[in-house]
């Protein structure tokens, strides 16, 4: 037995009409990612890392390829399913942090909790743990406009382990942030992967951060590629 593999694409192709043309953005992409890996996805603007990381967070899908989460092929499932598989699979993180700006840290982080139908006491609970976990357990009761980018991100990233996925899917998190909070954040990310064996899918153009996974991939017209050494 292998090690098990939380996240297989085969072949994956995928196209946008641009009023008249055809822009293909992903053309045969594959990959395969185990259990508690840290993996960085890289390559230029434009090159598909987002649309890759749409499609492997089931928010968008392939014009045509196969996509595995936890073994369980998820092309072809209705919306319900996509979104059952969204809430207990994927923990998202975003560049722009995405907090819903009237709440607070504390009421960000237990959003995936509500979706999931977790009771208030266990779901507050919960939540603090997980502001703990990050760092920031008195910013619990703070909106995201009285706190710093890094500590936004924090919150993100709180908030996408809410129901404990197994797979974090990163789009640009330090792309927003300063020197200092970046390195911070990708050391936290690393802390989670290393003490929680969450699975991390990081995309970045930042190589700093790029050098700090356990493996590199480049995107390049469309395809992935192993990258040795940066």
Not at 23 to 28: D, W, Y
Not at 138 to 158: C, D, F, L, N, Y
Request: net charge negative; no cysteine; proline share 5%.
């Amino acid at each position: 037995m292998g090690e098990k593999i939380v996240l297989k694409a085969v072949e994956l192709y995928k196209s946008y009409r641009l009023g008249k043309v055809t822009v293909p953005a992903l053309r045969g992409a594959s990959l395969e990612i185990t259990a508690g890996e840290f993996v960085a996805i890289i390559g230029p603007s434009g090159s598909g890392k987002t649309t890759l990381l749409n499609i492997l967070g089931l928010l968008d899908t392939p014009d045509s390829g196969e996509l595995y989460i936890d073994g369980r092929s998820v092309i072809g499932l209705d919306d319900d399913e996509l979104s059952e598989m969204r809430l207990w699979k994927i923990g998202f993180v975003f560049q722009h942090y995405n907090l819903i700006p009237i709440l607070t840290a504390l009421e960000n982080v237990e959003v995936p909790m509500i979706l999931a139908g977790v009771p208030p006491k266990k779901r507050i609970e919960r939540a603090k743990r997980l502001l703990e976990l990050v760092g920031i357990p008195h910013m619990a009761e703070h909106k995201p406009t009285e706190m710093s980018g890094g500590q936004q991100q924090r919150v993100a990233i709180a908030r996408a382990l809410a129901n404990e996925p197994s797979i974090i899917l990163a789009d640009e998190p330090t792309g927003n942030l300063d020197t200092k909070s970046s390195e911070e954040i990708v050391s936290l990310m690393k802390t989670l992967n290393r003490e929680k064996g969450t699975t991390f899918v990081v995309v970045t153009h930042d190589l700093d951060v790029a050098r700090k996974a356990d493996r590199i991939l480049r995107i390049r017209d469309g395809k992935l590629y192993e990258v040795e050494n940066l």
